[in-house]
């Protein structure tokens, strides 16, 4: 299991210091290597993204912009850096839609040297979904949903029983109607393959980790569209056995869902 709780305990020490101040890149660059930043990283991002916490995303999105700087070789801080600007632009659609997209191009362009430096699969299916989440118009649907079905496929080709990648996958396909290859039955496969891997899944620090109970988070929200609402409770309880404090399931997917 690849919950927070269940890392290393180096991480566990590593959680306490994602909650210091942000230092500066002078500081990133004279006193950690690349690798101790990236499981800060690794473990500051989970951390915002469970409690659902806008300034903490963007305080790692500022730690990671300040590493690239430090280590501007090093692609897996390229990597963190586009997964905190993915994360927190989707935080920011809920309020800020213009702000969000701003965002996700900045987070585009992290993915991209990531993938340049160090290409692994989750870099490949986050670029996916940062570039369908970029269509807002006829005009770039063509052409934004070509690259994030080739990146996809890239992702998948690298990483065939990563967790992630078929989470992001199936998040794909729940937002793309069936007539263009996407669907709600789709997605549920990709969710239930994801929880299956998700057992089995064990990568060595600081390789990205996250996505346990994102995948029954995925899950429950597909069986709510399918009109399976007992299925879709089970899944959301099951995201919160693994992660108690998941805001996002425990104050607005679950109380959604009818008495």
């Not at 020490?13 to 004279?30: D, I, K, R, T």
């Not at 997964?83 to 800020?96: E, G, N």
Request: hydrophobic share 45%; with cysteine; charged share 20%.
């Amino acid at each position: 299991m690849t919950c927070l709780t269940n890392l290393p305990s180096r991480l566990a020490v590593l959680a306490s210091l994602a909650s210091l101040p942000v230092p500066n890149a002078g500081y990133a660059a004279q006193n950690l290597d690349s690798g101790e930043v990236a499981e800060r990283l690794l473990v500051g991002v989970a951390q915002a993204v469970i409690a659902r916490d806008e300034d903490d995303l963007n305080r790692m999105a500022t730690l990671a912009r300040r590493a690239v700087t430090a280590f501007p070789e090093d692609g897996l801080l390229h990597h963190y850096l586009g997964y905190a600007l993915y994360r927190l632009a989707m935080v920011r659609f809920d309020t800020d839609p213009d702000g969000a997209r701003v965002t996700l191009a900045e987070s585009e362009s992290a993915l991209l040297r990531s993938i340049e430096l160090e290409p692994i699969p989750e870099s490949h299916a986050l670029m996916s979904s940062v570039l369908g989440r970029q269509i807002v118009s006829d005009e770039t649907a063509m052409s934004l949903s070509m690259r994030a079905r080739s990146q996809m496929d890239r992702a998948v080709s690298l990483g065939p029983r990563n967790p992630r990648v078929k989470v992001l996958e199936g998040i794909g396909a729940f937002h793309t109607p069936s007539m263009f290859g996407g669907g709600f039955d789709i997605a549920l496969d990709r969710f239930l393959v994801a929880a299956a891997l998700f057992e089995e899944d064990a990568p060595e620090p600081p390789l990205p980790a996250w996505g346990h109970a994102e995948a029954y988070a995925w899950l429950g929200q597909t069986y709510v569209e399918l009109n399976r609402p007992e299925e879709a409770r089970a899944a959301y309880e099951q995201a919160l056995e693994i992660e108690p404090g998941y805001a996002w399931v425990r104050d607005i997917l679950l109380p959604a869902l009818s008495p």
